[in-house]
């Protein structure tokens, strides 16, 4: 893949930037699926949606509607809910994404299923129409082999609520051309995100990779008798959790100091939890039927009423740390090192 380049954001803009008549198209139309859809019309795209289930059919307009109702009280929709609703076309033919500038895959983390849709795009759109995947897990390279036209293969990383999170990361594959890469990037500055350009196609990319790592962390903390639950929960949230979203990683340590972090890292990184093992813990939830507030047990168990209060108030969070975050810049005049921040081909 040739370098990437990533333009300079001075500030997390609110606005998503208009980008008049985007033609998108959406293949499944699960959770996220339809959470994406709502962040394209929001950003005035027009959108096909495709699901071979007449259930999930039935329910994305009125779902979609729903969340674009949501984004209008929060600020985050310039135009009414039921304007931007007429813009999707929802269908079970992949014919109507001939005319589409980008077709994103959201369906189940299933190699085989996600090529098999790839074929069904690629039989049917423009040679220079950008094909992405929504994955988490699987390789970009390997859903790139066979394709008709490799390098406009990408991998599009949401996070859920699609429609309310700055998150995206672009992937590229091994075949994934430069100019891919960065009609990705415009494209999705375009949708309200910041998104990040991953050049080497690694599993599990940037968020998840360093994300898991903590996971495991926290497991070895509990299963140790460290601590609990609750206290490994408590102690995240409240230093990680009120950091973050202002810096990552790199300018959180330039702000508190670099040195100390080297001395810390000697000492600590060897005692650090290093198992390839899924921890016992979450084995013991996930084989008891737990799978979190949808059956109001997980880590933590729920009432009908608090499993209802906490997905609640996770949405509205997710719409106040937006509004948060918007008020501080992403860079505020200076740039990055060189000789750490410079991008490399493959």
Known sequence: MAKGNQSTRKRRSGKRQRTKGVRAGVVGLGLMGKSIVACLLS???TVTGLDVSPSARRRTRPQVLAMLKEMRHEGLLKFGPAQALRRLTITTDFARFSDCEVVIESITENFRAKKETFDKIESVVSTDTLVASNTSAIPI???QKGCRHPDRVIGMHWAEPCHVTRFMEIICGEATSK???????KLAQTWGKEPALVLKDVRGFIANRISYAMFREAFHLVESGVATVEDVDRSLRNDVGFWITFAGPFRYMDL?????YKLVMKDLLPDLDCSKKVPELIRRVVDSGGKGVSTR???YRYTPRQAKRWQELFLKFNYDIRK???KYPVDAGDRPAPERSKRRSR
């Open 43 to 45: 950003s005035g795209a």
């Open 141 to 143: 390279s390997n859903l």
């Open 179 to 185: 100019d891919s890469a960065e009609r990705a990037v």
């Open 256 to 260: 508190m100091g670099v040195p100390a």
């Open 297 to 299: 047990k997980g880590f």
């Open 324 to 326: 948060l975050a918007m």
